[in-house]
């Protein structure tokens, strides 16, 4: 793992798995995604993990025009990186995923490194009166889907967005065979580090939110990648916080925001993204660690710069 003396704080606001009903504070507005992540990169994070939602009814979109909506306002306000998820929602076709990334062309962009089980059905038993009519299907229905993305699409990824457009990549590992995709993907000279490894913990089909899987996947990936690669991680939910803590204490980098927790404390809902991302702001620099800066980030990633972008 190629070590700092800065560590960067990644937040994801909106993502597409939360809906309106699970909390007020949840931007969906292409008004309220571009304030809450310049919020957030005022706050200190240096990269911003963005997912669009459809104004009308704040559901999940991977369309370019709503991505549109939103990210020149975050570009005019703050330096920091954007981030465009090739993920999206396990509801979207490869070509509807990719239609940020194709028409924007950002400095990084995620890139899930397998197909998964990806089970947020258990969140509907906590919403009482839901907002949307598409939200309880969509929720309940998590059960039953795959995110999937088999090695050819990660190969089109790589080629189309990667060699492309000179972005780099989010590598979002949920578990520990992952890293050895990424890994064949390395030998066959598709991407060039430094690697940005994102661990995803607590998710219902990934791996598990215990800190000794946290400290085995930093293990196998210092084997697979040795100073090569750039470590993060975090974990959903209740975990978010102490899973960045052990991240930071491991060498690696944070990730927070309404995306992975709409929470702030044991039963005390976040504000905004602002508020999680001061929260670990404060914890690191405790424990006597800086925060990265969007540039020093640029450089520790070697990123294109903001310039080469396409917005």
């Given at each position: 793992m190629r070590k700092s003396s800065k560590i960067i704080i990644t937040c994801a606001p909106t993502g597409s798995i939360h809906t309106p009903s699970m909390s007020p504070?949840?931007?969906?507005?292409?008004?309220?995604?571009a304030q809450s992540?310049?919020?957030?990169?005022?706050?200190?994070?240096?990269?911003?993990?963005?997912?669009?939602?459809?104004?009308?009814?704040?559901?999940?979109s991977p369309?370019?025009?709503?991505?549109?909506?939103?990210?020149?306002?975050?570009?005019?306000?703050?330096?920091?990186?954007?981030?465009?998820?090739?993920?999206?929602s396990a509801t979207m076709s490869l070509d509807a995923r990719l239609e940020g990334a194709m028409a924007f062309r950002p400095e990084l962009c995620s890139l899930n490194m397998g197909p998964l089980i990806f089970d947020f059905s258990g969140a509907a038993s906590r919403v009482g009166t839901w907002q949307h009519d598409w939200e309880r299907p969509y929720v309940e229905g998590a059960r039953d889907r795959i995110m999937y993305n088999d090695n050819g699409y990660i190969e089109r990824i790589m080629r189309e967005v990667g060699?492309?457009?000179?972005?780099?990549?989010?590598?979002?590992?949920?578990?520990?065979g992952h890293l050895y995709t990424l890994a064949h993907f390395v030998d066959r000279r598709l991407v060039e580090p430094p690697f940005l490894i994102q661990g995803v913990f607590g998710i219902l089909g990934g791996i598990g939110a215990d800190p000794r899987n946290l400290a085995h996947m930093v293990t196998i990936a210092d084997?697979?990648?040795?100073?090569?690669?750039?470590f993060s991680a975090f974990a959903a939910g209740r975990h978010q916080m102490n899973f960045c803590t052990q991240s930071a204490l491991l060498g690696g980098n944070v990730r927070v925001g309404l995306e992975d927790s709409l929470f702030i404390g044991r039963g005390q809902l976040a504000r905004s993204n602002a508020d999680q991302v001061f929260k670990i702001r404060v914890m690191l620099e405790e424990l006597g660690l800086a925060v990265a800066t969007p540039d020093e980030a640029r450089a520790m990633l070697s990123l294109k710069g903001?310039?080469?972008?396409a917005f």
């Open positions: 504070y949840l931007p969906v507005t292409p008004d309220e995604i992540a310049i919020e957030a990169a005022e706050a200190g994070a240096a990269i911003l993990h963005l997912h669009a939602r459809n104004p009308a009814d704040g559901s999940p369309a370019a025009e709503h991505f549109a909506a939103f990210l020149p306002q975050i570009r005019q306000a703050t330096d920091a990186v954007i981030n465009i998820s090739t993920g999206g060699q492309g457009f000179g972005t780099r990549f989010e590598f979002e590992c949920y578990d520990i084997r697979l990648f040795g100073d090569d690669y750039v903001a310039d080469a972008t």
